[in-house]
C-alpha cells in the first residue's frame, strides 16, 4: 500500500501521521468540494434572493402575523429556541420585533453593513419564525428560508450587489469564501429532503409509501379536512382519486427525490434532474392538494445550485453589446 | 487562512448534523418535532379506512347541515386554526369558540345565502371512500361537543 506523506495545506492533527493514499483522494476530493471557489456575486444573489422571499412574507402576512400575536394564551405552545417562554409576548412588543424585522431585512437585502446586519436578521429572522411557529401547529414550509438566512447571514455575502460593495469599491473576485457558503447550502438543502424521506419509511406507513394506498389516504385525509373546514377540494384530487396507480407513482417519485436527494450533489447533471423534478413535485403537490410551498415552488430554494451570476454577466453583456452599437449607428451619422 | 477554514469546516459539520439529529425523533416513543430543525413527520402517520376530526357545523332553518369556515374559528393558516379548534374541543372550552364564531358571523360582510339558526361543534367520523366516491357528506358517527343557538 503506497503511504502518502504530509498535506499540502496544513497539518491534519486528527489524522494518523502517515496516511494511504486512499484517504488523501478522499479528503482532496472533499476540500475540492467544499472549497470550490465562487464569484462573491453568485452569493450575492442568494442574499437578495432569500431576503426578498422572506420580506415578501413579512409584508404580505403582516396584519395575520399581528392577529395571531394578539390571539391569547391559549393556543400558544412554546417551541425550539423560544421554548423558555412562559407565554406570548405583548401585542405591543411583538409589534416593535416584527417593524425591526422588516427594516433589518432591507438592510440585509441592499447589503448595508452586513458584517453586523446579517447575522443580525438571521438570528431574529430565526426567533420570529420560531415564535409565529408557537401557536398550535409548526409549519415547514418556512425550514429552508430560515437555514438559507442562518447561513448566508454569517458570511461575506455583501461583497456584490451591495451598499458595503459600492462603498469600498474593490473587486472582490472569486474565492471560496464565497463558495463555501453555497455549498452549504446545497448541502443543507438535501439534507431537509432526506430527514422528511426517512421519516416516511421510518413511520408507521414504512415501505407502504411506496403503493400508493398510503399516499392516496393521506391525500384524502388532507382533502376532507378542508371540506369540514369550510375549504375547497382541488379538481386534480377528485379526477385522480379512483386511480391508486397514480399515487403509486407519485410516492415512489417522492422517496426516489427525498431518500436520493444526496446524491444530487454527486454530478452536475444529476443536480439538475433532481432539482426540476423535485420542483415539480412541488407543483404536483400543489395542484392534488392545494398546499403552497412559495419558496420551493418559486425555486428559489433551488438557486444555490445554479451558477446565477451567469444569467446577470449575461444580461450585462448583452446591454453593454447593444449600447455600443446605438452609440456606433448614432456616430455614424 | 488555515485557522478560517478549519472554523468553516467545523461550523459546516455541526450545522449538517444539527438538521440531520431530528431524524432520531422517528424511533422515539414520543416525538417531539421543532423549528427549523424538523423530522417532517408530515404524510408519515398511517390511515385508517375512516377518519375523524373536530369542525363547526351550521344548521340552517330548514334543518340542512353546513360546514363553516376555519376563518370563523381563529386567526392563522388552515392547519393551525384547526388543531386550535381541536385543542378547544378536548379542553370542553367548545362554547367559548362558538361565542367567538358567532361574533365572526355578525360581522361577515357577505352574509349566507341561508339563515343559521344553529351553530355547533362536533367531532364527526367519516368513511373516507363513501366520502370522495360516493359523495356521502353525512358521518358514520357524530358527537356534539358545544352548540348555539343563534
Same mark, same amino acid.
Given at each position: 500500500?503506497?503511504?502518502?506523506?504530509?498535506?499540502?495545506?496544513?497539518?491534519?492533527?486528527?489524522?494518523?501521521?502517515?496516511?494511504?493514499?486512499?484517504?488523501?483522494?478522499?479528503?482532496?476530493?472533499?476540500?475540492?468540494?467544499?472549497?470550490?471557489?465562487?464569484?462573491?456575486?453568485?452569493?450575492?444573489?442568494?442574499?437578495?434572493?432569500?431576503?426578498?422571499?422572506?420580506?415578501?412574507?413579512?409584508?404580505?402576512?403582516?396584519?395575520?402575523?399581528?392577529?395571531?400575536?394578539?390571539?391569547?394564551?391559549?393556543?400558544?405552545?412554546?417551541?425550539?429556541?423560544?421554548?423558555?417562554?412562559?407565554?406570548?409576548?405583548?401585542?405591543? $412588543?411583538? +409589534? &416593535?420585533?416584527?417593524?425591526? *424585522?422588516? /427594516?433589518?431585512? !432591507?438592510?440585509?437585502?441592499?447589503? @448595508?453593513?452586513?458584517? =453586523?446586519?446579517?447575522?443580525?436578521?438571521?438570528?431574529?429572522?430565526?426567533?420570529?419564525?420560531?415564535?409565529?411557529?408557537?401557536?398550535?401547529?409548526?409549519?415547514?414550509?418556512?425550514?429552508?428560508?430560515?437555514?438559507?438566512?442562518?447561513?448566508?447571514?454569517?458570511?461575506?455575502?455583501?461583497?456584490?450587489?451591495?451598499?458595503?460593495?459600492?462603498?469600498?469599491?474593490?473587486?472582490?473576485?472569486?474565492?471560496?469564501?464565497?463558495?463555501?457558503?453555497?455549498?452549504?447550502?446545497?448541502?443543507?438543502?438535501?439534507?431537509?429532503?432526506?430527514?422528511?424521506?426517512?421519516?416516511?419509511?421510518?413511520?408507521?406507513?414504512?415501505?407502504?409509501?411506496?403503493?400508493?394506498?398510503?399516499?392516496?389516504?393521506?391525500? $384524502?385525509? +388532507? &382533502?376532507?379536512?378542508?371540506? *369540514?373546514? /369550510?375549504?375547497? !377540494?382541488?379538481?386534480?384530487?377528485? @379526477?385522480?382519486?379512483? =386511480?391508486?396507480?397514480?399515487?403509486?407513482?407519485?410516492?415512489?417519485?417522492?422517496?426516489?427525490?427525498?431518500?436520493?436527494?444526496?446524491?444530487?450533489?454527486?454530478?452536475?447533471?444529476?443536480?439538475?434532474?433532481?432539482?426540476?423534478?423535485?420542483?415539480?413535485?412541488?407543483?404536483?403537490?400543489?395542484?392534488?392538494?392545494?398546499?403552497?410551498?412559495?419558496?420551493?415552488?418559486?425555486?428559489?430554494?433551488?438557486?444555490?445550485?445554479?451558477?446565477?451570476?451567469?444569467?446577470?454577466?449575461?444580461?450585462?453583456?448583452?446591454?453593454?453589446?447593444?449600447?455600443?452599437?446605438?452609440?456606433?449607428?448614432?456616430?455614424?451619422? | 487562512?488555515?485557522?478560517?477554514?478549519?472554523?468553516?469546516?467545523?461550523?459546516?459539520?455541526?450545522?449538517?448534523?444539527?438538521?440531520?439529529?431530528?431524524?432520531?425523533?422517528?424511533?422515539?416513543?414520543?416525538?417531539?418535532?421543532?423549528?427549523?430543525?424538523?423530522?417532517?413527520?408530515?404524510?408519515?402517520?398511517?390511515?385508517?379506512?375512516?377518519?375523524?376530526?373536530?369542525?363547526?357545523?351550521?344548521?340552517?332553518?330548514?334543518?340542512?347541515?353546513?360546514?363553516?369556515?376555519?376563518?370563523?374559528?381563529?386567526?392563522?393558516?388552515?392547519?393551525?386554526?384547526?388543531?386550535?379548534?381541536?385543542?378547544?374541543?378536548?379542553?370542553?372550552?367548545?362554547?367559548?369558540?362558538?361565542?367567538?364564531?358567532?361574533?365572526?358571523?355578525?360581522?361577515?360582510?357577505?352574509?349566507?345565502?341561508?339563515?343559521?339558526?344553529?351553530?355547533?361543534?362536533?367531532?364527526?367520523?367519516?368513511?373516507?371512500?363513501?366520502?370522495?366516491?360516493?359523495?356521502?357528506?353525512?358521518?358514520?358517527?357524530?358527537?356534539?361537543?358545544?352548540?348555539?343557538?343563534?
Amino acid at each position: 500500500m503506497k503511504i502518502w506523506k504530509g498535506f499540502p495545506l496544513q497539518r491534519r492533527s486528527w489524522l494518523p501521521k502517515n496516511y494511504s493514499m486512499k484517504t488523501k483522494r478522499i479528503i482532496d476530493r472533499l476540500q475540492a468540494f467544499w472549497f470550490a471557489p465562487a464569484p462573491a456575486e453568485r452569493l450575492a444573489i442568494l442574499r437578495i434572493g432569500t431576503g426578498g422571499f422572506a420580506l415578501w412574507y413579512l409584508l404580505s402576512r403582516f396584519s395575520m402575523l399581528r392577529r395571531m400575536a394578539r390571539g391569547g394564551e391559549a393556543h400558544f405552545e412554546a417551541i425550539g429556541l423560544v421554548a423558555e417562554l412562559g407565554g406570548p409576548i405583548p401585542p405591543l $412588543a411583538f +409589534d &416593535a420585533v416584527l417593524y425591526i *424585522l422588516i /427594516g433589518l431585512n !432591507l438592510l440585509y437585502i441592499l447589503g @448595508w453593513k452586513f458584517k =453586523y446586519i446579517g447575522p443580525l436578521f438571521a438570528t431574529l429572522l430565526l426567533l420570529f419564525l420560531t415564535y409565529r411557529n408557537s401557536w398550535a401547529m409548526i409549519y415547514h414550509n418556512r425550514n429552508a428560508l430560515v437555514l438559507q438566512v442562518l447561513i448566508i447571514g454569517w458570511t461575506t455575502a455583501a461583497d456584490a450587489f451591495s451598499l458595503d460593495a459600492l462603498r469600498s469599491r474593490t473587486l472582490k473576485g472569486i474565492h471560496w469564501r464565497y463558495g463555501l457558503p453555497i455549498k452549504l447550502i446545497c448541502v443543507a438543502t438535501v439534507c431537509t429532503y432526506f430527514v422528511s424521506g426517512v421519516a416516511k419509511v421510518a413511520g408507521d406507513l414504512s415501505w407502504e409509501w411506496a403503493t400508493g394506498e398510503a399516499l392516496r389516504s393521506q391525500v $384524502a385525509v +388532507d &382533502a376532507i379536512r378542508k371540506v *369540514l373546514l /369550510g375549504g375547497e !377540494l382541488e379538481p386534480v384530487f377528485m @379526477w385522480i382519486y379512483p =386511480y391508486t396507480w397514480v399515487f403509486m407513482v407519485m410516492g415512489i417519485t417522492t422517496l426516489i427525490l427525498e431518500l436520493g436527494a444526496p446524491f444530487a450533489l454527486w454530478k452536475k447533471r444529476l443536480t439538475w434532474v433532481w432539482v426540476v423534478l423535485t420542483w415539480l413535485m412541488h407543483w404536483g403537490i400543489f395542484f392534488v392538494m392545494g398546499i403552497r410551498f412559495r419558496y420551493q415552488m418559486t425555486g428559489l430554494i433551488f438557486l444555490a445550485f445554479f451558477d446565477t451570476e451567469k444569467v446577470w454577466f449575461g444580461l450585462k453583456q448583452w446591454y453593454s453589446k447593444n449600447v455600443q452599437r446605438s452609440n456606433r449607428t448614432l456616430s455614424s451619422y | 487562512m488555515v485557522k478560517e477554514k478549519h472554523l468553516a469546516i467545523w461550523g459546516s459539520v455541526l450545522l449538517i448534523a444539527v438538521i440531520l439529529a431530528p431524524i432520531k425523533e422517528n424511533w422515539k416513543a414520543k416525538p417531539k418535532d421543532s423549528f427549523p430543525f424538523s423530522y417532517y413527520p408530515m404524510f408519515s402517520k398511517k390511515r385508517g379506512e375512516t377518519y375523524g376530526m373536530y369542525y363547526l357545523l351550521g344548521v340552517d332553518t330548514l334543518g340542512q347541515r353546513h360546514f363553516l369556515s376555519y376563518k370563523l374559528a381563529g386567526t392563522g393558516g388552515f392547519n393551525q386554526v384547526r388543531r386550535q379548534i381541536a385543542k378547544c374541543a378536548k379542553k370542553g372550552d367548545g362554547s367559548e369558540l362558538l361565542d367567538r364564531v358567532e361574533q365572526q358571523l355578525k360581522r361577515k360582510k357577505k352574509p349566507f345565502s341561508y339563515s343559521l339558526s344553529e351553530i355547533k361543534l362536533v367531532k364527526g367520523e367519516y368513511h373516507l371512500e363513501h366520502f370522495f366516491e360516493d359523495m356521502e357528506r353525512l358521518p358514520i358517527a357524530e358527537k356534539v361537543m358545544a352548540t348555539k343557538k343563534l
